[in-house]
């Protein structure tokens, strides 16, 4: 009476590098009031402005909300200020 799920138990509770972007992103949605394209750019901004992956960023969002409310202190004039032109 096994389970057959025993050859997959090692990567149970691993997520795909998308997954865990796109959990990240739902949370930066929410938290902002931003829609999915914006929330991608935090992430990206966020990644660039630390020299990180952006799927460490994303877990990073996901296991300690502290380091999203960080950076988007750094962050939320680039988010509702129009283009700027260079």
């Known amino acids: 009476m096994g389970s057959g799920k025993m050859t997959h138990s090692s990567n149970s509770s691993q997520f795909w590098p998308a997954e865990v972007i796109e959990q990240a992103t739902d949370i930066i949605m929410d938290r902002l ?17 630390t020299r990180t992956q952006m799927c460490v960023v994303a877990e990073q969002v996901i296991n300690h909300e502290n380091v999203l409310m960080e950076a988007v202190r750094d962050l939320e004039e680039d988010l509702h200020a129009p283009p700027s032109v260079f």
Request: charge should be positive; glycine fraction near 0%; proline fraction near 6%.
């Open 33 to 49: 009031d931003v829609d999915a394209p914006q929330a991608l750019k935090v992430l990206r901004r966020m990644s660039q402005n």
